[in-house]
């Protein structure tokens, strides 16, 4: 049986199987994408849902595997050399997973890059600008009621960065073209996010995004998806 006692989060979220991997995390669009991908590549996993709050992502337990207070986080048992590893941020942990099981990623070398390249354009793109989007259109409403500049920056970036998606996606199943991979996992739940959780579908325009709209219902219809968008569970 696999020692996780050096990681401090498996005091406060004991792992009742230490042995396989461990994913702390909720179902927002930054956390689904690692139930995904672990159900994805039939990797056994025991998922542990961290609140937001201080006895959640801001305890000391949870800021001692990712420091910067944030899910999802994960602790591999059979990390390399076979020690245990943990890992933050889930961009990383998509890439750490796909090179794992050598699945989810191409074997080519360009073709793998290149999935790393649309998997940092989500990072760094797609995630922090539709999240700035939700946050002004759906959160933040009444507190810039005089002031429409935020929701509409946000907005307009939000939609320049749909319209790269949708070229990307033009005459292609995928974002790699027949492979499915950890770059689509990173992205769409974060476009189904903007839909669903703040209700952005009409002001976004997603009706002018054919491709793109397509691509997420072929991304939801995968039962990977079907189960992974919903894990952690509800208590």
């Known amino acids: 049986m ?31 994408k690692v139930s995904i991908a672990l159900e994805e590549l039939g990797l056994p ?32 048992p059979d990390g390399p ?13 998509l890439i750490y997973l796909a090179e794992k099981t050598g699945k989810l990623i191409p074997a080519d070398a360009a073709a793998r890059y290149e999935t790393i390249c649309w998997v940092m354009f989500q990072m760094g793109g797609i995630g922090p600008m539709f999240g700035q989007f939700g946050h002004f259109y ?20 939000t939609k320049r ?20 991979t950890i770059a689509d ?19 976004l325009d997603y009706a002018g995004f054919p491709a793109v709209t397509a691509w997420l219902e072929r991304c939801l219809a995968r039962p990977a998806a079907q189960k992974g968008l919903d894990i952690p569970a509800k208590a």
């Open 161 to 180: 960065l749909l319209s790269v998606l949708e070229g990307r996606l033009k005459d292609r199943r995928w974002i790699m073209g027949d492979e499915h």
């Open 185 to 203: 996992i990173a992205t769409y739940p974060w476009v189904r996010g903007a839909d669903v959780f703040y209700g952005g579908r009409e002001v």
């Open 45 to 76: 996993y025991e998922p542990h849902r961290i609140e937001f709050g201080p006895e959640g992502v801001k305890s000391p337990e949870f800021v001692s595997l990712n420091p910067n207070g944030r899910i999802p986080a994960i602790i591999d």
């Open 2 to 32: 696999a020692d996780l006692s050096s990681f401090p989060i498996t005091k406060k979220w004991p792992a009742s199987n230490p042995d396989i991997i461990q994913l702390y995390s909720l179902p927002t669009p930054n956390g689904v």
């Open 81 to 93: 050399g076979g020690k245990p590893i943990g890992l933050f941020e889930s961009g990383a942990i």
């Open 138 to 157: 759906k959160f933040a409403a009444d507190k810039v009621a005089n002031n429409s500049y935020p929701m509409e920056r946000y907005r307009d970036e």
